[in-house]
């Protein structure tokens, strides 16, 4: 199982502007987990997973991290780097 975890902050501009792309992502790819973080709200998961910058996303396989994407990116880098994995 391919899982997608969007780290992110209710004050953060850019996780604002990646929410619509994400939204789009998980509507449009079949077959991943998605599940959204908020770093203030679940400190000790984004420190678990050693989130640094926001937002961050990590693409999960079978439970490891096989991918990291920092920063805000085009909807297509998202999803070619999702199905990479499934």
């Given at each position: 199982?391919?899982?997608?975890?969007?780290?992110?902050?209710?004050?953060?501009?850019?996780?604002?502007?990646?929410?619509?792309?994400?939204?789009?992502?998980?509507?449009?790819?079949?077959?991943?987990?998605?599940?959204?973080?908020?770093?203030?709200?679940?400190?000790?998961?984004a420190?678990?997973?050693?989130?640094?910058?926001?937002?961050?996303?990590?693409?999960?396989?079978?439970?490891?991290?096989?991918?990291?994407?920092i920063?805000?990116?085009?909807?297509?880098?998202?999803?070619?780097?999702?199905?990479?994995?499934?």
């Open positions: 199982m391919v899982k997608l975890l969007k780290f992110k902050g209710e004050w953060c501009g850019p996780c604002k502007v990646l929410a619509p792309t994400i939204n789009e992502v998980v509507s449009e790819v079949n077959d991943i987990q998605y599940q959204e973080v908020d770093v203030d709200k679940e400190p000790m998961l420190i678990q997973h050693k989130i640094k910058s926001l937002p961050t996303v990590i693409i999960e396989k079978d439970g490891k991290e096989v991918s990291r994407i920063g805000v990116q085009s909807k297509n880098h998202y999803i070619t780097t999702i199905k990479s994995h499934l």
